[in-house]
């Protein structure tokens, strides 16, 4: 999903920005945030059914044992087809891959544990491959830090960046952007913490 020399770049960045600030920052990418095979199954079932019914009305001498078999062949096709290529992901609805992607976020969020660190400072800049979404989390000690503009615009300039396939870009600059508004609101005391670590996490 990303190069090694990428990721590392990336880790670098993250380094730099906690050496200016007490923020705790974690860079994290996942292929995809769900399967979606209901939209598949869905399809299929619909294709299929639509199947049978043309089979009755163009070929009204045929047996209901054909239909069915007519039916059940589409069934199959389809399903192989909208579950072994990218054309299930592309016909499920964006909403729906939404939803997914914001959830795995969330728990990502807790699972590295971004939600228990002493000042409540950190942030996690997600990005799910599959579905082009990004989300950028932050803790309540730095949420209301920044204002709503501020982190629209790099949330924006973070997502564009992403769907254009420059990923490392896209995290590099909203590192960048946000380490000089937390540099400000949580200066470095030149106490070395770095509670969560600087890997960047591939799921």
Known sequence: MIRPEARQRIEAAI?????????ELVAVIARRAGEYRA???????????????????LLPWSSTGEVLLAEFLVFLVLLA?????????????????????????RATFLDQGLADTAERNAIL???SRAEHHVE????????????????????DSFSQSVRAGRVEEGYLAAISSLSSILAAHF??????????????VVL
């Open 136 to 155: 950028i989390i932050a803790d309540r000690g730095i949420y209301g830090r920044v204002t709503p503009v501020e982190w629209q615009a790099i949330i």
């Open 15 to 23: 380094t730099d920005a906690e050496k200016s600030s007490r923020a």
């Open 125 to 127: 800049f997600f990005v």
């Open 81 to 105: 087809l909208l579950e072994l290529t990218s054309l299930g992901d592309r016909l499920t609805p964006r909403a729906l891959k939404v939803v997914a992607a914001r959830q795995l976020a």
């Open 187 to 200: 200066p470095s005391d030149g106490q070395p913490r770095n509670e969560l670590g600087n890997r960047f």
């Open 39 to 57: 939209t598949g199954l869905a399809l299929a079932i619909i294709g299929s059914f639509i199947a049978g019914l043309a089979v009755w009305l």
